[in-house]
């Protein structure tokens, strides 16, 4: 980031909530959206953030086709696991309805940011709501807004994709104790069912069909790694924001029952920090949060910290409170994501005309 401050608010808020010091050891590896092309294009800063998820009642992790719940070989156990793009899915959704409620609270405001063509907001999924919870994800993409820009989103009519910047690891359990069970489902709009070909699209396969169900005992934990690759201050402020905020995931779609998240540590680099597969494998067994917790911070100091030019930045008590108590809805974070997320498309459309 350049010596002049162009996220004042953002900046200002990340360093209250974090503390100096710890805003200090991540900032080299924030980036700026400035509308050139120049800004687009990739250079290597990422911020890694884990994170331990916890079953606080029976959950169901039930999946049609294949490979979306998956169990994976840990300390020569099989364990649950989730794949990302399910845990994405439900970051995706919580981002949209804050996103909602920013445009129907600054839509003027916004507007002026986004000049004449605001009106593409009208055909992102950000605008429709929610429609059938599952495919509302799926709706037409306006690949201008902060979602989009920061989650990634394809378009037929747009002349660029956007790649998505909150990537991350699969979720490993960190014990085997699951059942499965594998049944026939009857779809209830054409009594037909399925069989897999892996020829379909996941939404055909979802019709209907052949299911498996993954039940996990409460008190479960996993380990996860959330990954955000050449991240604005505006977008991590919101990235925190929702990780503090959306603590329990599920109760739909294709997780059943809740998934408590406990952010645990985040680390700025020129790459990925370390694998949640690793800190599953080392601390496999375990089933206190705390203990798991001083597992991951070990894990970062001994094996990954040689690999880091920053320090950890640990998620006490006190930056998750403060985190909670950050007001998203303030006019110049609002102001600073949305310029982020026009000045981000401006840089992606010089840079493919430049090309
Ligand atoms: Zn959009």
């Not at 924030?30 to 990422?46: F, I, M, N």
């Not at 890694?48 to 086709?65: C, Q, S, V």
Request: glycine share 8%.
């Amino acid at each position: 980031m350049s010596s002049q401050t162009p996220y004042p608010k953002s900046v200002e808020t990340l360093k209250q909530v974090l503390g100096e010091g710890n805003y200090k050891s991540i900032e080299r590896y924030l980036h700026r959206y400035d509308g050139t092309a120049t800004s687009v294009k990739p250079v290597a800063r990422y911020i890694t953030i884990y994170w331990i998820g916890r079953a606080a009642d029976r959950m169901i992790l039930r999946t049609e086709g294949e490979d979306d719940i998956i169990l994976s070989e840990v300390g020569g156990e099989a364990v649950p696991t989730i794949i990302f793009r399910k845990l994405k899915a439900v970051y995706l959704r919580e981002f949209m309805g804050l996103m909602r409620e920013q445009w129907s609270q600054y839509s003027e405001s916004i507007k002026r940011i986004y000049g004449v063509n605001y009106d593409f907001l009208a055909g992102c999924s950000i605008a429709v709501g929610i429609a059938g919870e599952e495919r509302g994800v799926l709706h037409g993409r306006c690949m201008k807004c902060p979602v989009d820009v920061l989650m990634g989103a394809t378009s037929g009519e747009a002349s660029y994709n956007l790649v998505s910047r909150f990537v991350g690891d699969a979720t490993y359990a960190l014990t085997s104790s699951f059942e499965r069970r594998t049944g026939n489902s009857v779809d209830e709009v054409t009594h037909t069912t399925i069989m897999l070909t892996g020829k379909e699209s996941e939404e055909a396969r979802r019709t209907g069909g052949l299911f498996s169900e993954t039940f996990v005992e409460p008190g479960t934990l996993f380990v996860g790694k959330i990954v955000l690759p050449m991240i604005s201050p505006p977008e991590l402020l919101h990235v925190l924001w929702l990780l503090t905020r959306a603590e329990r995931v599920g109760a739909r779609t294709s997780i059943q029952g809740t998934l408590e998240i406990y952010p645990v540590a985040m680390i700025g680099d020129l790459f990925e920090v370390g694998t949640a597969y690793r800190v599953a494998e080392k601390y496999h067994s375990k089933k206190s949060v705390d203990e798991v917790r001083k597992g991951i911070e070990d894990y970062l100091n001994s094996e990954v910290k040689f690999a880091t030019s920053s320090n950890i930045v640990l998620f006490t008590e006190n930056i998750v409170n403060n985190l909670k108590r950050v007001n998203i809805l303030d006019a110049n974070l609002v102001m600073e994501l949305w310029t982020n997320a026009k000045n981000y498309v401006d840089g992606v459309l010089k840079y493919i005309q430049a090309k």
